[in-house]
């Protein structure tokens, strides 16, 4: 029984000591932590020194940090979050898969396969890397991102699509006799969704609001741990992949009030989980098969990673992409996936393809999960500074979170803004097209968004229509009256106050429909007047009488001047303008002159 313990004890040690060595040097070369862990699981595995000989016991125990990593995911996405890309999930989801399917197939029947093999293997290779891409775009950081998140929609979207591919697995079955497997498939599937669904919004909130009360600390890691592999559990019996069920369950907990608790609880086994992941991976590199079927191995996986990279960059240009987004697209989700050992070995028990077979596609398969770290360096090192970044306009961000004030510019003037909100408890949403501004504020905690206001799909992005005030603060006056103009459409009943460069600006902010105009350097310009009357030696309670009368005077004359302000006439050449400024400059300085008698 020690010996048993102390055998299992050296497998443990194996590969917590491989994983420590190999990925800290790949690291060091420039060359990733994906790709440390993938060496040093073929190093240690049935096919380098041997140490291990189940890699797929492995690698299915270490799919629970892909399952962690989507319910990590999944409590960063609301539920409104996640209806808002509905539109990316089926539709760019699906545009993608079945032109990739497509050119797979015909790459199959190319090598001389029948047309259900050679589907069977394009279906089970364009089920991308879920660990991998994940992997890589939290690395940059680039899940939120409006790419990232059309990412994250496809891959949901190939989650979804494994149960019906098992189904015409059976189909395609020659001992098939079962008409109805496909609706009983999707009946089990979809029976197992609305029982999580329903689990997550009446049972889970309370069963942690009952254990906080404990305040015991590993009762809450231990109840984490249970929803997040029940889910996964839940979604595996009813033939979904287990990742799927557990962001699920993370996005039904996205609005929870222990959701950051539960962040923090899963993390550390996400982390150390994953990279078990991409070890069995490593492991399961059959280089005996590879060496024996070696040109049909080698040219399978370059020839199913350039067409599936070429489908995924046409569909990303034909969705307006840039190139050079696109191209990153390709080369990110060009690989075949872990599921695919599923597919592969549903159509292998049911003779749909031989163990040749799927021996090959699973060593394509793999081979390509390795290459492709080596292929997301190259393509930064030798590819991405070679590209036109001139015309590149960085995406808008996704606004996640609506609130009734917001603010748009986060310049000099709209900080100030915005600084004196967030110290009432105030938080506006805040939107600037200055991506060096957007970039620098998050660093210092400041929530904000990138994104050009003047475009009004970004105005409803914000939740204009529902807000109760919009401050515009940007220092283009154009933009300002133009962003005036559109929120005041989209939403008659908004209180709009706008920083004005001019008095002629807000006589056309006042037109465009903003309630209240700031002059950005009135208040400035006043204040210094008051200071060099003071530096005269006035008295300061005079000075402040003065400076207030002066402010109240000012602004009701710029109100009735905007009533009858008309652009198409020159500036000094409107009478009735002249007429009123006239009138309050006399009426301005009687009044000032009567406060100063006060002080004699």
Request: charge should be negative; glycine fraction near 8%; aromatic fraction near 8%.
């Amino acid at each position: 029984m020690a010996a048993e313990g102390a055998s299992h004890l050296v497998s443990v040690v194996t590969l917590l000591g491989a994983a420590v060595i190999a990925v800290p040097i790949f690291k060091k070369l420039g060359l990733g932590s994906i790709l440390g862990y993938l060496a040093a699981g073929l190093i240690i595995g049935p096919f380098g020194f041997g140490f291990f000989n189940d890699p797929e016991g492995i690698i299915h125990l270490a799919e629970l940090g892909v399952v962690m990593f989507l319910f990590i995911i999944g409590l960063e996405m609301k539920p409104s979050h996640i209806w808002g890309l509905r539109n990316h999930i089926f539709c760019l989801g699906s545009a993608q898969i079945f032109s990739a399917i497509a050119g797979l197939t015909g790459v199959g029947i190319l090598f001389g396969f029948s047309w259900q093999v050679s589907f069977i293997s394009a279906a089970g290779f364009v089920l991308t890397s879920t660990a991998i891409v994940m992997k890589e775009l939290s690395e940059r950081g680039d899940i939120a991102s409006p790419s990232g998140q059309q990412i994250v929609s496809i891959l949901l979207f190939e989650d979804l699509l494994i149960v019906p591919l098992l189904a015409l697995v059976t189909f395609l079955s020659p001992n098939h006799n079962d008409s109805g497997s496909l609706w009983q498939s999707i009946g089990i599937a979809g029976l197992s969704i609305a029982a999580l669904v329903a689990a997550g919004l009446w049972l889970l909130n309370p069963l942690f609001k009952i254990l906080a009360k404990t305040k015991t600390r590993e009762v809450m890691t231990a109840a984490a741990l249970l929803v997040v592999l029940g889910s996964a559990l839940l979604m595996e019996m009813g033939g979904l992949s287990m990742a799927m069920g557990a962001f699920v369950a993370g996005v039904l907990l996205s609005e929870s009030s222990f959701r950051h608790q539960l962040e923090a609880d899963i993390e550390p086994f996400r982390g150390l989980l994953l990279g078990l992941f991409f070890l069995g991976v490593g492991m399961s590199l059959n280089l005996s098969v590879v060496f024996e079927n070696w040109a049909l191995i080698i040219s399978g996986v370059l020839a199913f990673m350039l067409v599936k990279g070429f489908a995924i960059y046409l569909v990303a240009r034909i969705t307006k992409k840039g190139n050079a987004k696109s191209l990153d697209r390709a080369i990110l989700m060009a690989q075949g996936g872990e599921f695919a050992f599923v597919l592969y070995s549903a159509a292998a028990s049911q003779n749909v393809i031989d163990a040749q077979t799927q021996a090959n596609m699973t060593a394509i398969v793999v081979l390509s999960m390795v290459l492709t770290p080596l292929f997301i360096i190259l393509h930064k090192r030798f590819v991405v500074p070679h590209l036109d970044h001139s015309t590149i306009e960085p995406e808008a961000d996704h606004i996640d979170t609506i609130h009734p004030t917001i603010i748009i510019g986060l310049g000099r003037y709209g900080q100030i803004v915005n600084h004196l909100l967030m110290m009432t408890g105030c938080h506006p949403t805040v939107i600037d097209k200055d991506a060096t501004i957007i970039a620098g504020m998050k660093k210092r905690g400041i929530k904000c968004y990138y994104g050009d206001a003047s475009r009004p799909e970004i105005l409803h992005a914000a939740g204009v229509e529902s807000a109760e005030l919009l401050v515009v603060a940007v220092d283009n006056k154009h933009q300002a009256t133009h962003i005036v103009e559109l929120a005041r459409k989209m939403n008659p009943n908004i209180k709009i106050i706008a920083r004005a460069y001019d008095r002629l600006h807000v006589f056309d902010l006042y037109q465009a429909g903003a309630d209240i105009q700031v002059r950005e350097t009135f208040d400035s310009a006043l204040r210094t007047g008051k200071k060099v009357l003071l530096a005269m030696g006035m008295d300061k309670e005079i000075v402040d009488e003065i400076g207030e009368a002066y402010f109240y005077r000012d602004r009701h004359s710029v109100k009735l001047m905007a009533e009858v302000y008309d652009p198409k006439i020159e500036r000094f050449k409107n009478e009735e303008m002249l007429k009123l400024a006239l009138e309050n400059d006399q009426e301005t300085m009687l009044e000032i002159q009567q406060i100063m008698q006060k002080e004699h």
